[in-house]
């Protein structure tokens, strides 16, 4: 029964500084699985307007004094909606507090799907899902971004020509994420930059389905599919050498590595993708993603690994030859920093009933007095500098780590960020290193890029007049951005290239040298701001 007090405990949090919503659900402390509370919140939340209608033409909530009209919507979605009912045993008295109007609430139901000309659930939650968005648009007459969902089709476990015979079966193709947004919730859009990648309406229920619970498709935003594809390329089948993931939680890079290598060869077993994250609690979340993904035997996890602490010449890492380098950052191009779904909620239509015994008169009322107002545009331009330079350092030095691996020749740094003192500083930061020249590190060229991430148009940004670093145009064009907001559908994110020649200066390839300098003090992952969760991952 926690699950249901847990999601309204989610739900009433609504402060604007703990990350993303399911950064929240699955960074809180909760008792029942993260993963049921943010499956709960987010069907609800597709069904809120109809299941408030139906709580109060119901007339519960006065008869049930346990039950909060936030509860009442959680329990009846799931009374009416889950295939295994009500999360709690049968003697529970929020149970209890729903079935003692079950015939009610059915009813209610039943009438409202009616009154919509709806002839099956499938066609009201489509139309639910119309309604939703067209009352968003109605607010400014601007229509607003819509987010798809993006599904990446795991190559492991299936392929994308048997989930569209299988899963997608019923889905009918757009030729445009514009389309999409008006298709209705049996859609989808076929990604053309990233392989396999299928943006799917937000109404569309993939979480009930056995190729989700299976592994066999990973809910993924489509900036976060980038840098495993920009590492790997279409030609995986001759990649030479091992694999690596320094910061790896919760997993979606890493087994998209996974998928990237079975794409080109599905029976492929001369690799390792080492993957590591210094948070012991993080680590459980990333073999499990590891296993759902079915990717064992590819995968090696090396739980609670702090990337820094690594020495190059460890051996387990002496055949590495490409990294994959997501660290912490400060998470600004996360859509909907405070995305946690506002629920519209049932009134009671009769008050409750009053005590009759005689009680001391209410204290008058105090007038409140009210808040300044907040300048939103001003509140989100508000940067904290001083954070921004301590995750640019830590970022820096990470990827510096990564080039001093004898083997590696190629590195991916990315970010789910929109400033550039996170980004192309970073990456110009990184390229007059000591160890970049040395070993002849340069940025992954545009022209060199895998054929759909070369099409993609949005690149690295020029410095502001205020701002330090520089790069070339041809290192800026090796840049690439996702901008919230924008027609395409994703999330604020940065991501880049680091190649060199596998011959170049191989004489000093031991490190040692580099290892002592660069690792002067070198900070722990865990010491470092927290984790944001991994919305965009």
């Known amino acids: 029964m926690s699950l249901y007090y847990d999601a ?14 399911k950064s929240r659900v699955f960074n809180s402390k909760l008792k029942s699985s993260p993963g049921q509370v943010y499956a709960l919140i987010s069907e609800a939340a597709k069904w809120d307007i109809l299941l408030k209608e139906v709580v109060e033409n119901a007339g519960i909530l006065p008869l049930e004094p346990k039950l909060t009209p936030l509860l009442s919507i959680l329990l009846v979605h799931d009374f009416l909606l889950s295939k295994r009912g009500i999360a709690a045993p049968s003697n529970h008295p929020l ?3 729903i079935e003692r109007h079950k015939s009610r609430l059915k009813a209610e139901f039943v009438k409202s799907r009616v ?7 499938d066609e009201l939650r489509s139309l639910i899902a119309k309604t939703k968005q067209a009352a968003e648009n109605k607010g400014d007459g601007n229509v607003k971004i819509t987010y798809p969902r993006w599904v ?5 476990r299936t392929t994308l020509v048997e989930q569209l015979q299988t899963t997608f079966l019923s889905f009918k193709p757009v030729n445009s994420l514009s389309e999409l947004s008006t298709a209705g919730t049996q859609a989808y859009y076929r990604d ?8 799917i309406p937000q109404g569309a229920e993939l979480i009930s389905t056995a190729a989700y619970k299976n592994g066999r498709i990973i809910l993924q935003d489509k ?30 890079k890493t087994t998209h590595m996974a998928s990237l290598i079975c794409l080109g060869n599905p029976a492929r077993n001369d690799l390792t993708i080492l993957s590591m994250d210094a948070s012991q609690s993080r680590s459980k979340i990333l073999q499990k993603m590891v296993k759902v993904a079915g990717a064992n035997e590819l995968v090696s996890v090396l739980p609670g690994q702090d990337f820094l602490a690594l020495a190059p010449n460890d051996k387990r890492f002496r055949n590495v030859t490409g990294f994959v380098l997501d660290p912490s950052c400060s998470g600004s191009g996360i859509v909907g920093r405070d995305d946690i779904p506002q629920l519209a909620l049932p009134t009671s239509a009769n008050p409750p009933r009053q005590n009759k015994k005689r009680k001391r008169p209410p204290p008058a009322s105090i007038t409140p007095v009210p808040e300044a107002p907040v300048d939103e545009a001003q509140k989100e331009n508000d940067v904290d500098v001083d954070r921004l330079t301590k995750l640019s350092n830590l970022q820096s030095r990470i990827v510096e780590h990564a080039l001093n691996f004898p083997s590696a020749v190629r590195v991916t740094y990315s970010t789910c960020s929109i400033h550039s003192q996170e980004n192309e500083s970073v990456v110009s930061r990184v390229l007059k290193s000591s160890v970049a020249r040395r ?3 340069r940025i992954l060229a545009r022209d060199k890029q895998p054929d759909g991430l070369r099409n993609w148009r949005h690149r690295g940004v020029k410095p502001e007049e205020s701002e330090s670093w520089s790069l070339s145009e041809i290192e800026r064009e090796g840049c690439l951005r996702c901008w919230p907001n924008d027609e395409e559908g994703t ?16 004489a000093a390839d031991s490190a040692e040298g580099d290892s002592t300098e660069e690792n002067t003090h070198t900070p722990s992952l865990l010491e470092e701001p927290e984790w944001e969760g991994f919305s965009s991952d």
């Not at 309204?8 to 919503?21: P, V």
């Not at 009154?115 to 659930?121: F, L």
């Open 8 to 21: 309204a405990t989610i739900l009433e949090n609504r402060s604007s500084d703990g990350g993303s919503f």
């Open 223 to 252: 900036a976060s599919c980038f840098p495993a594809y920009l590492l790997l390329g279409n030609d995986t089948a001759d990649w030479k050498g091992d694999l690596a993931d320094g910061c790896a939680a919760p997993g979606n």
């Open 192 to 199: 053309p930059h990233i392989p396999d990648l299928l943006a």
């Open 439 to 441: 070993r002849g590190w």
């Open 115 to 121: 009154r919509r000309h709806c002839a099956s659930v």
């Open 95 to 97: 149970r209890l507090a």
């Open 152 to 156: 990446r089709i795991n190559n492991v």
């Open 491 to 506: 999330g604020g994110f940065f991501v880049a290239g680091f190649v060199r020649d596998a011959d170049f200066e191989a």
